[in-house]
T-cell receptor, first 109, second 116 residues
Framework: GQNIDQPTEMTATEGAIVQINCTYQ??????LFWYQQHAGEAPTFLSY??LDGLEEKGRFSSFLSRSKGYSYLLLKELQMKDSASYLC??????????WGAGTKLIIKP | NAGVTQTPKFQVLKTGQSMTLQCAQD?????MSWYRQDPGMGLRLIHY???????DQGEVPNGYNVSRSTTEDFPLRLLSAAPSQTSVYFC???????????????FGAGSRLTVL
């Protein structure tokens, strides 16, 4: 079966760095997405990786290793507004998105 | 530019009742979809459409119907509500059809449905 694994919850301190991991087993691979979802709100797009390596976008970076079925989202200089759930999703060979359950990130002052 | 508009935001139904969740987008997106989000689970695809007049089933289609008569609108119908359909529903759209890797979704604000 297809599976996306990410930690349920993480806690970090304001101003620090946090890495949220995502491992996947899917039927084929056509890209990996990270979305941010604040409580009670809609998911919003953060990043897309289809080739191995690091994609940097401001304070957020996303890394992909296709051979290991692994990605991480790196958040630097954490701010209180970064408290949210982070969703990892993989597009499989049928171009369908398979979603992880999300990682709830709690930022403490 | 309103993006993706979902209504209603909250709804309480009794078992057996029917209702329609409305979804409209003003971005001329070809692809539209409906997801449900339940605690501890990833988003699950209910139905999707790659263009007007074309719909297809997702992972969890039972108990739901959709239609796509225009590019803008993609309503989701619950035929006979059951407590198992208590969930948060999201409509999402994208510019490209799903047959593309870089298919970034724009989500509506969500509809919280409770079935008693």
């Amino acid at each position: 079966g297809q599976n996306i694994d990410q930690p349920t919850e993480m806690t970090a301190t304001e101003g620090a760095i946090v890495q949220i991991n995502c491992t996947y087993q899917t039927s084929g691979f056509n890209g990996l997405f990270w979305y941010q979802q604040h409580a009670g709100e809609a998911p919003t797009f953060l990043s897309y990786n289809v080739l191995d390596g690091l994609e940097e976008k401001g304070r957020f970076s996303s890394f992909l290793s296709r051979s290991k079925g692994y990605s991480y989202l790196l958040l630097k200089e954490l701010q209180m507004k970064d408290s949210a759930s982070y969703l990892c999703a993989v597009m499989d060979s049928n171009y369908q998105l398979i979603w992880g359950a999300g990682t709830k990130l709690i930022i403490k002052p | 530019n309103a993006g993706v508009t979902q209504t209603p935001k909250f709804q309480v139904l009794k078992t057996g009742q029917s209702m329609t969740l409305q979804c409209a987008q003003d971005m001329n997106h070809e692809y539209m979809s409906w997801y449900r989000q339940d605690p501890g689970m990833g988003l699950r695809l209910i139905h999707y459409s790659v263009g007007a007049g074309i719909t297809d089933q997702g992972e969890v289609p039972n108990g739901y119907n959709v239609s796509r008569s225009t590019t803008e609108d993609f309503p989701l119908r619950l035929l006979s509500a059951a407590p198992s359909q208590t969930s948060v529903y999201f409509c999402a759209s994208s510019y490209q059809a799903s047959y593309s890797g870089a298919n970034v979704l724009t989500f509506g604000a969500g509809s919280r449905l409770t079935v008693l």
